[in-house]
Each structure stands twice: as structure tokens, then as C-alpha cells.
């Protein structure tokens, strides 16, 4: 019997045993399981975020293939199949049927006509509460206005405000329906080289998108009015007339500039076309919005850029700057002291005078040219008292307290370049 007890005591000692070591393996073998899938779901969660900021090309690079372009199919990306015949779309080409599916339902036809003249241009919907912004060349025959959109819809509108000086306007429609407006991304972060598409209706033909590049940036342009737009965007991208006032976008979509002028010898596209910062066409539409016009403050002088060849001519003292041609006899500036030239020169097809002060700060800000000059006084209005530093005689003059008069389309083209 002792026997037989030991004999089973042992028996079930050994079968315990192999079970505490297959549960032991078991065990092991879950941790490493779960081990792996842990490592699995954090190099999928890896390969997601890789994927969502640089789509597929960025996924392949990180594996170390080079990749010029991926094409996609009705079915999605194809990779390493065989033939071409189901690859429809290069990333490029799929990124801009993209934007267009994504905003043309966001471009609108603008017909403005009067008794004496009508025009045709585009605009951009800015809000769902049917704000629409343009170009203010393209409502300035305002009479009567109608909005058409991708979908055949046509509805009058109403001119809310428009600003000669900036060629933006804004007008106004009522719809039973919610508008969608177009999404917006500061042209701070624009870049030359930067692709950049265009929305519009060119010679009437509606909805046609271009494509191109940034060129250019910061570039100052004088309108066929006489008006000198600063800050602007140069583009590459085929504009043609009916083209103003529609968006210009990046690759996402962002409308990063409002379309607004082509350099043209012909009349058509010569591949130099400009467009308004999206930020100046928000701070400005929202104003319009607020106030149905907007208010700025400007000298009242007529003046002249300094550039090389008036500086070599006139043997300035200084390189940079704005010289005071002449002040209004009585005005603003005339009572504080400013004083303009006397000494009559042929300036291209403009008569200018020599002599005067130049300015080169205003409140102490330098001021090189007439970007910094529209730049001060784009955050200033009419009313203003502002000190005025001058170069006079080849000393620095500062004259005080010089009150600002309201700027108008007028006394924007005493502003000689």
C-alpha cells in the first residue's frame, strides 16, 4: 500500500509539473503575443500619421523607395501591377481634380450691368450667409447684379461695399440654402515655386481651372485707373479676362489670394498675372461688412519714390525714401511745414519737383518706399496727427503733429512712381 501511495503521489506530482510548465509556456507565449501586437498597432498608428501628413509617396520613401510620381485607379492606388491600363490618375493630376471637386461649388459668376455698360467677372463665397467677395472692377458698374452658380442657381444681389483703392468688393445674396465658403490660408506662408490653382470663368467659358506657380511675391502694380496695388502675388497660372475676382488656391484647396490683374501687351495671358493676399482681402471684405467702406489716412502731398536714377540725378543725400513734389497749397500738410520742391523736372511722361523734403519715417517707423508708406497708413485714418521725419537741406527734420486727410482714389495717383 505504501508502495502503491508513493507510486501515485509521484504520478500526480509529474502531471502537475507538465502542467504548471505548459501553462508557463502558454503564458509566455500570450505575453509575446501581445507583445507583438503592441508593436504591430504602434507601427501601424506610425505608418497612419506618415501616410496622413505625406500621403502614399512619403510611406514608400520611408522604406527607401523613390518614388517620381504614384498613378490611382476607380479602385485606388495601384502599386507593382503589371501594365498601365488601370492606372488613370498621376498624385498631381488627382490632387487637382481634388481642389476643383472640393471648390468650385464655392466660385460664383458675377453680371453687373447698368444702362451704359455691363461686365462679367467671378467672385468667391465667403460665408454661408451669402456673402460674396470680388474685385471692385467687376461690380463697379452696379446697377443691377446676378449671381450664378455651379449648379445653374441664379440670384440677385446687392453691393454691400466696395474699395477702389484695393479693387475689393463685397456683395450680398439671399438663398433658402446655407453657401459654402472656401476655406483660407495666410499668403505669409507662401512660397515661389509653390503650386497654386485658379477657379474662374475666362472669356466666359465658366468653371475652367489653371494651374501654376507662385512667382513671384510682394510685387507692386499700377491698375489701368492709375491706382498702384501693393503686396501682391504673382502668379504663373493662366488668367484671362473674366478670371477677376476668382480665387487662387494651393494644393489643399486654401484660397490663399483673391485674383485681380494680368500683365497683358495683348489683352490675353502672357504668363504674368497678380492676385490680392488673402489676409488684405479678409481685413478689408470686413470692413466693407462692417461699415460699407473703408476708411484711411494718407498726406496731402503729391510724391515721388526715390529710386538709382533720381538719387544719381538729383545727388540726393539719401537712397531711400518718398520726395515731397508738392504740397496742397492750404492743406494739411502745408499748415504743419512740409515743404515741396522747386525745381521742375521731367520725370517720364510726369512733371515733378526737386528740392523738397523726403521722407524717410513716419512715428518714428522707417519708411524706404511706398510699400512702407501704404503699410503705415493702411492702420491709420483721416485725422490722424502724425510725426514726420524729413531729410531737408541734408538734415533730419522732424515735422510734428501733421494731420492725415482721407485717402481717395484721387489723391492715390498723387503718388508718382
Not at 498601365?84 to 481642389?99: G, H
Request: aromatic letters at 6%; proline letters at 3%; glycine letters at 10%.
Amino acid at each position: 500500500m505504501k508502495v502503491r501511495f508513493s507510486l501515485s503521489k509521484t504520478l500526480v506530482i509529474a502531471i502537475a509539473s507538465v502542467a504548471a510548465v505548459a501553462i508557463f509556456v502558454l503564458l509566455a507565449l500570450w505575453t509575446i503575443r501581445i507583445s507583438e501586437d503592441r508593436k504591430s498597432d504602434e507601427l501601424r498608428r506610425q505608418l497612419d500619421a506618415v501616410t496622413s501628413e505625406g500621403g502614399e509617396r512619403a510611406l514608400l520613401e520611408l522604406g527607401g523607395y523613390s518614388v517620381d510620381n504614384i498613378f490611382y485607379s476607380d479602385d485606388g492606388l495601384i502599386l507593382f501591377e503589371e501594365g498601365m491600363k488601370s492606372w488613370n490618375y498621376s498624385a498631381d493630376e488627382l490632387q487637382n481634380i481634388t481642389v476643383y471637386e472640393k471648390c468650385a461649388g464655392s466660385v460664383v459668376e458675377i453680371y453687373s450691368s447698368s444702362e451704359l455698360d455691363s461686365s462679367t467677372g467671378c467672385g468667391v463665397v465667403l460665408s454661408s450667409d451669402g456673402y460674396i467677395v470680388t474685385n471692385t472692377h467687376v461690380v463697379s458698374n452696379s446697377g443691377q447684379l446676378t449671381v450664378k452658380f455651379i449648379d445653374g442657381r441664379q440670384l440677385s444681389a446687392t453691393l454691400v461695399g466696395s474699395d477702389p483703392i484695393t479693387d475689393i468688393a463685397v456683395i450680398k445674396v439671399s438663398s433658402p440654402e446655407q453657401l459654402i465658403p472656401l476655406s483660407f490660408k495666410s499668403a505669409d506662408e507662401l512660397v515661389v515655386g509653390q503650386k497654386v490653382i485658379a477657379i474662374g470663368s475666362p472669356y466666359g467659358y465658366s468653371w475652367s481651372q489653371s494651374v501654376g506657380t507662385v512667382s513671384a511675391l510682394d510685387r507692386t502694380v499700377t491698375s489701368s485707373r492709375g491706382i498702384s496695388l501693393s503686396g501682391l502675388v504673382q502668379t504663373d497660372a493662366q488668367i484671362n479676362p473674366g478670371n477677376s475676382g476668382g480665387p487662387l488656391l494651393d494644393s489643399k484647396g486654401n484660397m490663399v489670394a483673391l485674383i485681380t490683374a494680368i500683365y497683358s501687351t495683348s489683352g490675353s495671358a502672357q504668363g504674368i498675372s497678380f492676385a490680392i493676399p488673402v489676409d488684405t482681402v479678409i481685413d478689408i471684405a470686413s470692413e466693407l461688412i462692417r461699415n460699407g467702406k473703408v476708411s484711411r489716412g494718407t498726406l496731402d502731398i503729391l510724391s515721388v519714390e526715390l529710386n538709382p536714377m533720381i538719387v544719381d540725378y538729383a545727388s540726393l543725400p539719401v537712397s531711400q525714401g518718398i520726395i515731397i513734389s508738392q504740397v496742397v497749397p492750404s492743406g494739411e500738410a502745408d499748415r504743419a511745414g512740409l515743404r515741396g520742391g522747386d525745381q521742375l523736372t521731367q520725370y517720364g511722361s510726369s512733371v515733378i519737383y526737386l528740392g523738397g523734403d523726403i521722407i524717410t519715417a513716419l512715428d518714428g517707423v522707417p519708411i524706404t518706399g511706398y510699400n512702407d508708406y501704404y503699410a503705415f497708413m493702411a492702420s491709420h485714418n483721416a485725422g490722424d496727427k502724425i510725426d514726420v521725419t524729413v531729410v531737408r537741406d541734408g538734415k533730419t527734420v522732424t515735422v510734428r503733429n501733421v494731420v492725415l486727410v482721407e485717402q481717395t482714389v484721387e489723391n492715390m495717383r498723387w503718388l508718382i512712381r
